[in-house]
């Protein structure tokens, strides 16, 4: 019976040099998850120790680089959406018991060919190389992607790739300077730019009108959309969004 994941990546973090692994889950088994609809997953994981304790030792910089919502370093104060009990947690125990066999690009191409990829279900695609997302992502039907080290990376190899994760609106404006289109996460009540950002059709303020699967606008430059796409911090961390940040 084939395994529901596969091993993309398992090598140093293009972030610091850290051992890091990219699993790719949801191949037979389609994710249940309802705002990206049934999408193949991805997790940048450290292939050393699992995601809590990553980051609770400040480790997790290897798969999130200097994303402002991993908090203090020490697992405190995390805005990241991401629930690391869940996935992260069981994919990591998964891999340790060899549940995921390994795959190369081009295996993988066959596998996610005409399937949906959402590149960093956790983790930041930056910390694998570029390659590979290219690579994987040849025969695919679309895909979803976002970066928060779009200030220190080459643009034109990841700007088809991604979303460059933008944190306030001058952040905005420096990445659509670089050639990236954006994904604006923002405190409770704060909307769109107009004429530069769309509210997520996704998002529980649009209504929920799509899901990730079929929208497809979050492809970089890659997609159809000229635009970038805002919308309102949610999932666990939200709080400290509204607390901490303003735009």
């Known amino acids: ?95 340790k018991r060899g549940s995921y066999p390994k795959s190369t690009s081009r295996g993988a191409q066959g596998v996610f060919a005409d399937r949906m990829v959402r590149l960093g279900t956790y983790g930041d695609p930056a910390a694998a190389p570029a390659w590979l997302w290219t690579a994987v992502l040849h025969k695919t039907a679309g895909h979803t992607g976002y970066t928060h080290q779009w200030k220190s990376i080459d643009p034109a190899a990841w700007h088809p790739l991604v979303m460059a994760s933008a944190d306030t609106e001058a952040e905005m404006h420096e990445a659509h300077a670089l050639g990236y289109r954006t ?17 997520c059709p996704a998002s529980h303020e649009a209504g929920q009108l799509v899901e990730c699967f079929d929208c497809k606008a979050c492809m970089g430059t890659s997609a159809k959309a000229r635009v970038s796409i805002q919308i309102m911090a949610h999932g666990t961390g939200k709080k400290y969004v509204n607390e901490s940040r303003a735009v």
Do not use: W
């Not at 997790?60 to 402002?68: K, N, Q, R, V």
């Not at 994904?183 to 509210?199: H, L, Q, S």
């Open 183 to 199: 994904f604006r996460v923002t405190p409770i009540g704060v909307g769109p730019i107009k004429g530069k950002e769309i509210v």
């Open 1 to 95: 019976m084939a395994a529901n994941g596969l091993i993309l990546y398992e090598g140093p973090s293009m972030l610091d040099g850290a051992p890091i692994v990219v699993i790719a889950t949801g191949i037979k088994t389609a994710s249940t998850n309802g705002k990206t609809g049934a999408m193949i997953q991805t997790y940048i994981l450290r292939s050393d120790m699992p995601p809590i304790e990553a980051v609770k030792s400040g480790e997790d910089a290897s798969i999130c680089g200097g994303c402002t919502h991993r908090g203090d370093g020490e697992g405190k104060q995390r805005s990241c959406y991401v629930t690391l009990m869940h996935g992260p947690r069981g994919v990591y125990a998964a891999y």
